[in-house]
């Protein structure tokens, strides 16, 4: 099943799903209950929206050894983790803005776990029945400001720095799945969700041991090598396999 969250021609947010490229309604969330209604339009004439409204986002930092090794630093022992404002989300399509305190922007392709049931305390092997489905995400990263900083708040936070859908896939298998991120058409990363260093039910474990995870709640679970700039007037996609693309533009955020 392919979930969306999309806008109304009123403007107001709903869910829906997918029938290849129909959208039906759905009354209620993926997250509860819910009916879903027929298909009765095509998803090209939706805007879509980011596919969940978390109340957190869990980003996982060199979770991939090749991406630690292109910044000169160690895997880590234990999972890093940091968080990323609610704020930041942008669905597929709409425009990452670049912020005037920063020179130096960088895309970031990752696999992203959407939380279906709340949990705290929660074993690797249980960890699979808090999973509603999986997502493509970009954690857009002024590089500049996260390590002047030297925490990252800021660099990971602006408003439009994480891109994410186009929608969550609830059959999707993340064992081997490759991940590839085109600036204009161009390849910049390439690898595949195999080479994580902690693995998604670890990685639950972890993040539920500190916080409860709750109900459309991200996880970020890391990029692969190959990170680079994002300019004024490029398109980056992050495409991963069996999954879909994640296409956005990319401009200068206008003068306030
Ligand atoms: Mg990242």
């Known amino acids: 099943m392919r979930w969306i969250r999309f806008q109304l021609p009123d403007g107001t ?3 829906g799903w997918l029938d290849g490229q129909q959208v039906g309604l759905v009354q209620g969330s993926p997250f509860g209950e819910r009916q879903r209604a027929e298909p009765a339009f095509s998803l090209d004439e939706v805007r879509l929206l980011p596919p969940t409204t978390p109340s957190k986002i869990i980003c996982v930092g060199r979770n991939y050894a090749a991406h630690a090794a292109e910044h000169a630093a160690e895997v880590p022992e234990i999972p890093l983790i940091f968080l990323k404002p609610p704020s930041a989300l942008i669905g597929a399509g709409d425009t990452i803005l670049l912020p005037p305190q920063s020179q130096q922007v960088e895309h970031e392709a990752e696999l992203a776990v959407v939380i279906g049931k709340r949990g705290r305390w929660l074993p690797p092997e249980t960890a ?3 999973i509603l489905g999986y997502t493509i995400a970009n954690d857009v ?32 298998d993340p064992a081997d799945a490759l991940i590839t ?5 161009e390849t910049r990363q390439m690898g595949s969700t195999r080479d ?11 993040i539920s041991s500190v916080m409860t995870l709750e109900p459309g709640d991200l996880i970020l679970t890391g990029t692969p090598a190959g990170v680079g700039p994002l300019l004024p007037g490029d398109t980056v996609e992050v495409e991963i396999e069996g999954l879909g693309i994640l296409t956005n533009p990319v401009q200068a955020e206008p003068p306030h």
């Open 13 to 15: 947010p709903t869910y």
């Open 128 to 130: 699979a029945d808090h």
């Open 141 to 172: 990263t002024a590089r500049d400001l996260q390590r002047r900083d030297g925490q990252w708040t800021r660099g990971k936070g602006f408003d439009t720095f994480c891109p994410v859908g186009p929608w969550i896939d609830t059959e999707f």
């Open 181 to 185: 991120c085109r600036v204009n058409g």
């Open 196 to 206: 994580m260093v902690f693995r998604i039910p670890q990685l639950i474990a972890f």
